[in-house]
C-alpha cells in the first residue's frame, strides 16, 4: 500500500496540488487506522491531507477517479491471462515509438496505468513560456503542442486498431481482445485529459449583480455615454462623495484606535498582587489600512469606466496605505507618478496623451499579465487588494489565467470591475470565465451607481 500512496501523490503533484513528503508520511499514518474496504474512509484521509483547500477538491476528486478507478493503477501487469496480453502489447507499442519523444514515453507510461508523467506534459502545456515576435502575437504554442499529443495519441489509436502490435486479433480491428480495448479506452481518457476544463472549484466567488440607486438619472447612464457637460457633472457628485467617505473612513479609524480592556494580560498581571487584578492592562489594535493595486485597461469605451474609478481611488489615498495604478492595453504603463504630481482629472488627461500607452494595438490581457509578474510583482503582499477594470476580452491571445492565480496566492484579494453588460461577458474573445476561477469578486461597473456601491463597499 505504500508504493501506491507514493505513486498517487506523485500524481497529484503532476497534476497541480501541492502535497509536501510529510503529509504524505501523515496519510499513510491515517491509513493505519483505515478498513481498506471502506472507501468512503479511505478517500477521506486522503482527501484530508492533500487537499489543502476547497479550491483543491475538485481537483483531488478528478485525480483520485483517474488513479483508482479509470486507470486501477494499484494493480500491477503480471505474467499470464489478460496481463500477459497487456504486456505484449506495451512491448510492441514501445518498438513503434520514438524513444527520444518525452510525449511517446509519457503514453506508455499511461497505457501501463501510471498517468503521472501525461499530466505533467499538460501541466507543462499549461504553463508554457512564449517567446514570439511582437507583430505576431498568438496563443499558438498551447495549440500546437495539444496538437501535437492529439496526433501521438491517433498514432498509437491507430497501431492497436490495425493490429500492427502483433497482438490480440490480425484483423483491422481490436477484435474484442480485453488487453487492446481497455488501452483504447485509456486512449480515449488521455484525449479527454486535453480538452476537459480543470479550473480550481471557486464556490466563494462574489458575484455582485444589483446596486442600490443613489442617484437617479445620471446614476444609471452608462460611462461610455455621457456627454462633456454630464461628465463635468458627475465630476461634481464624485467630489462632494469623496469628502462625505473620507469623513466616515476618519471617524472608523478613530474609533478603532480607542484602548480596550485585555482580560487575559489583567489577570495574567494580577498574579504579582495574591490574585487582584489592581494593574487594568489595555490592548490596542489600530486598524491596518489597505493597499490597493489597480490594472486599468483603457481601450475603446473601457477607458470610460476605469478613469472614474482611478478618479476615486486617488481622491480617496488617505484611506489606503498605498495606491499603486497601472494602464494598459498589451502591457502595463505604470501611471501612479501621474496621479502623485497632478489633480485627478488633469492626470487622466496625461494618461490619454502618454506615449507609453500603445492605444492602437489589440488588447493582450495574457501579455499584461506576463509583464506584470516580471516588473512589477515585488508589489503584491498579503495586504495587497488587486483592482482589474476591463472587459476580460483578449482578442483570442493566450489569456495567461496561471498568472492570475500567481497572484491570488500572494495577494489578499482580487476584484474583477466589468464595464460590459452582463449578457456579453462569456461571448467571443471574452475570458472572464476563465478569469473569474481567480477572483475574490466579480461585479459590473457601467455607471455611477455602481461603482458608488464598490467604492463603498472597499473602503468601509
Known sequence: MMHVILKFAAVCRAGDLRV????????????????????????????????????DQGNFDRLYHLFFHEMQSGQALSPGGENSDSQRLIQALQTTADPHNPVDKALIEFLKGDPAAFLQEIQNLENLEEYRAPALKSNLGQLSGRLAIMLRINAFRGAIGQGQTGSGSSGSSSGGDPAAERFLGRLDRAYRMLTEDNRPNNDALIKVRSHEKHFEDIGERSFASLSPAEILQMQEIIKKLVRKLKDRVSRRYAAGGRQYLDVKKTLRHSGRFQGIPLEI????????????????????SVWSAARFMLNMLYSMQDCFSAVHSFAFISGPTDITEIFEKHEADAAVEKVLSSRKIEFGALTDYGEVFQQFRRD????????????????GRSNYHNPREEILAEIREK????????????????????EINTYKAYCHEIRPCRNLNQLVDFVEALVL
Open 281 to 300: 492592562k489595555y490592548r490596542r489594535r489600530p486598524l491596518k489600512k489597505a493597499k490597493i493595486i489597480a490594472l486599468c485597461d483603457v481601450s475603446g
Open 20 to 55: 509536501s513528503t510529510s503529509e504524505v508520511i501523515d496519510a499513510v499514518n491515517h491509513l493505519q487506522w483505515i478498513d481498506f474496504s471502506d472507501e468512503t474512509g479511505f478517500k477521506a484521509a486522503l482527501k484530508a491531507n492533500f487537499a489543502k483547500s476547497r479550491r
Open 411 to 430: 495577494s489578499r484579494r482580487i476584484l474583477w470591475l466589468n464595464p460590459e453588460p452582463e449578457d456579453f461577458w462569456h461571448t467571443g474573445d471574452s
Open 376 to 391: 512589477h510583482m515585488h508589489l503584491v503582499n498579503k495586504r495587497t487588494t488587486m483592482i482589474i477594470v476591463g472587459d
